[in-house]
């Protein structure tokens, strides 16, 4: 059944009033017609059934009918990555909300590269993907922040898996002794970080240092194999 997210309250009856191009979607391309139904989540109130109550020329209005799911919460884990190239941001984007991450939030670094980013585009393949498998919410993707300045602020209860592609500990033994709690996941850049920073970052009594393997990763690959054993380790995978 087609799943939509709707940013609008869900009660029994309401009226909700999809975005344009949603709308274009119901209409013409799946070509629901009055009476056919949907799910739709709006990330606070669970999943609804809905239906189609009127096909307006300028857009589609649905009713709420029922609750069919409880709200579930992602597990308490966030992706920090480089501004890497635009194909491999939006794979990494659309992977890690496919594995449950709740927040993606963008890095500078010392080696980052300048790249032209479009927050919009990034919002929509989160939602797109969250809609398309399952999920009862969609991670924010943050604007880029510098490194330093997020070590700065840092809430010392949230564990950091530094990814290192100098080395480290075995991932999943690694994570699993730190224990389970709120994580934070971070990539760096194409040129990876620079000395300072990986010195900064082994430093931090927060910081767990793992390796992802003989192989140095892209970014995009690494992000998802990161989220994939994490997962593995303290994750929501056996609920």
């Given at each position: 059944?087609?799943?939509?997210?709707?940013?609008?309250?869900?009660?029994?009856?309401?009226?909700?009033?999809?975005?344009?191009?949603?709308?274009?979607?119901?209409?013409?391309?799946?070509?629901?017609?009055?009476?056919?139904?949907?799910?739709?989540?709006?990330?606070?109130?669970?999943?609804?059934?809905?239906?189609?109550?009127?096909?307006?020329?300028?857009?589609?209005?649905?009713?709420?009918?029922?609750?069919?799911?409880?709200?579930?919460?992602?597990?308490?884990?966030?992706?920090?990555?480089?501004?890497?190239?635009?194909?491999?941001?939006?794979?990494?984007?659309?992977?890690?909300?496919?594995?449950?991450?709740?927040?993606?939030?963008?890095?500078?670094?010392?080696?980052?590269?300048?790249?032209?980013?479009?927050?919009?585009?990034?919002?929509?393949?989160?939602?797109?993907?969250?809609?398309?498998?399952?999920?009862?919410?969609?991670?924010?993707?943050?604007?880029?922040?510098?490194?330093?300045?997020?070590?700065?602020?840092?809430?010392?209860?949230?564990?950091?898996?530094?990814?290192?592609?100098?080395?480290?500990?075995?991932?999943?033994?690694?994570?699993?002794?730190?224990?389970?709690?709120p994580w934070a996941i971070l990539i760096g850049p194409e040129g990876g970080f620079s000395p300072e920073e990986r010195d900064r970052l082994r430093a931090l009594p927060f910081t767990t240092a793992v390796s992802l393997g003989p192989r140095v990763?892209?970014?995009?690959?690494?992000?998802?194999?990161?989220?994939?054993?994490?997962?593995?380790?303290?994750?929501?995978w056996e609920r």
């Open positions: 059944m087609i799943r939509l997210h709707l940013p609008q309250p869900l009660s029994p009856g309401a009226a909700l009033a999809p975005t344009l191009d949603q709308s274009r979607y119901l209409a013409q391309v799946m070509r629901l017609k009055v009476g056919d139904e949907l799910l739709v989540f709006n990330g606070e109130h669970g999943e609804w059934r809905a239906t189609i109550a009127e096909v307006l020329k300028k857009g589609v209005i649905l009713r709420a009918e029922e609750k069919v799911r409880d709200q579930i919460n992602p597990p308490d884990v966030e992706l920090l990555i480089a501004t890497v190239k635009k194909a491999a941001l939006e794979f990494a984007v659309e992977k890690a909300t496919e594995l449950g991450a709740a927040r993606i939030r963008l890095v500078t670094t010392a080696r980052t590269q300048s790249q032209h980013l479009r927050l919009d585009r990034l919002d929509a393949i989160a939602e797109e993907s969250a809609e398309q498998t399952g999920r009862l919410d969609v991670p924010p993707v943050d604007d880029p922040v510098k490194l330093e300045r997020i070590l700065d602020g840092w809430d010392p209860t949230r564990r950091l898996m530094f990814c290192d592609e100098t080395g480290g500990a075995p991932a999943i033994a690694a994570v699993q002794a730190a224990g389970a709690g990763l892209r970014a995009d690959t690494a992000a998802t194999t990161a989220l994939t054993l994490w997962q593995a380790a303290v994750g929501d």
